[in-house]
């Protein structure tokens, strides 16, 4: 029989907590929290309406403290992250730019997140001078989720007071030997260019204004997003390494039961 000894939590309720991966657990009910089933699909609050979609909101709100009319290049821009930024960036009359890695998701990023200009960065030699012809009039804001060739890319043209935010830099996680790139690090001196790292749960106490926003925009159709499912605990590794492979569209998650 199941039931519960805690007032706070009645049977069938759906938690979220940073709990590890596991098939079950006995919990106090300390450090989880209650989710609203009925505002959206539980598993959006392990994506657009959890970590992934907080940080992409506070990048751009509180870190970018991104303005209306400016030009957003975002890079995994068909990611958890970058495709909630692309679309809070486009919400914000923002003109966007993202970079991704197949032919699927650059379509997916035209098509269903109304995303301005796309690339493959696979298919693209010169990844510079492609970034410029999309930008011809600077870059105000880069939201870097990989780091290494784009973050390089995105300094060569990041207007004067442009802001680098630095929330991930997936493309040196598993390097070897130090990383070169970015080697023209001296052009922030001279756009006075601002470059700031951030961490998801540095914005904890503001909650309740993302929780507002974006469940406004879901509200309204205003958001659209991916998830790829992946089923078994058996089979978590793979859907982690393959992110590091691209594998992934949208936000990906581990089906348990
Ligand atoms: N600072 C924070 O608090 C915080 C919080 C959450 C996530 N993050 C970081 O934010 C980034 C995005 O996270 P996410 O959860 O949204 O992941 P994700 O974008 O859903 O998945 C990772 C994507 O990165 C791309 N990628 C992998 N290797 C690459 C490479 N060598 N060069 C370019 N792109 C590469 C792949 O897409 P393509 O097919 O397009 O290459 C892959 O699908 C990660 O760097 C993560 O560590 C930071």
Not at 45 to 71: H, I, N, Y
Request: negative net charge.
């Amino acid at each position: 029989m199941i039931e519960s000894l805690n007032a706070d939590f009645a049977v069938g309720d759906y938690v979220l907590g940073s709990l590890g991966w596991r098939e079950k657990w006995k919990s106090t009910g300390e450090g989880v929290s209650l989710v609203d089933s009925k505002l959206a699909p539980v598993q959006t609050f392990l994506g657009v309406l959890g970590m992934t979609g907080m940080t992409a909101w506070a990048g751009l709100t509180r870190v970018a403290r991104l303005k209306s009319g400016s030009t957003v290049f975002v890079s995994a821009a068909s990611g958890a992250v970058g495709s909630v930024v692309c679309q809070i960036a486009k919400l914000m009359d923002c003109r966007v730019i993202g970079s991704a890695g197949n032919a699927k998701k650059i379509a997916w990023l035209r098509e269903k997140a109304h995303v301005d200009e796309v690339f493959n960065y696979n298919e693209t030699e010169d990844l510079s001078g492609e970034l410029g012809a999309l930008a011809p009039n600077g870059i105000d804001v880069y939201f870097d989720n990989v780091g290494g060739e784009h973050l390089e890319a995105a300094l060569d043209h990041m207007n004067i007071h442009g802001v680098v935010v630095s929330c991930g830099m997936i493309s040196t996680y598993n390097s070897t030997e130090p990383v070169p790139a970015p080697r023209n690090l001296f052009k922030i001196i001279g756009k006075r260019v601002r470059i700031e790292g951030m961490l998801v749960s540095d914005f904890l106490d503001q909650q309740y204004a993302f929780l507002n926003d974006m469940s406004g925009w879901i509200k309204s159709n205003a958001l659209v997003w991916e998830e790829t499912v992946t089923d078994g605990l058996e089979n978590a590794p793979k859907a982690f390494i393959g992110l590091f492979k691209g594998d992934n569209m949208g936000k990906s998650l581990v089906r348990i039961a």
